[in-house]
């Protein structure tokens, strides 16, 4: 099986990923530097969950994610309605049975929530989060056929 994620090596490390996001002000509002690193930031948050979480458990929070901009999917970028339910994901990572072992995903989308302000910012985010799902599933596999 392909090691997708050694194309990025080295990986950012996580206070570099937290630090990269915590300069923008939004996900539109990035700059195409930042932006244009989301996919090696989407690998090393992978490689930090690892093994130790399935792709159905991550899986959960993601749907949870989708859910909410499918209810956005035909607003204007600026009528977000129920934004407030971003919040919510928070405590559900936190709160489930895996949530020590997802403290790097906790993490990072308590730094990504605040640049959540838009429709735009909301498709943006949810493109990011499917990449850790896809990078992960990738790990996953990986150690599966190893």
Known sequence: MADFISMFNPLPKKHDIENGLRGIPSFTDAPLATIERFPAFAAAIAQYIGNTVTPTQLRRFYTYVKSIEMVNRHSAPHEFKD????????????????????????????????????????????????????????????????
């Open 83 to 146: 934004r407030y339910k971003l919040g919510f994901i928070l405590p559900k990572i936190a709160g489930s049975s895996e949530g020590d072992k997802l403290k790097p995903l906790y993490d990072i989308i308590n730094e990504c929530l605040p640049k959540i302000t838009t429709v735009s910012d909301l498709r943006i985010f949810v493109e990011f989060f499917e990449a850790i799902l896809d990078y992960h599933a990738s790990i996953s596999k990986n150690n599966s056929q190893s």
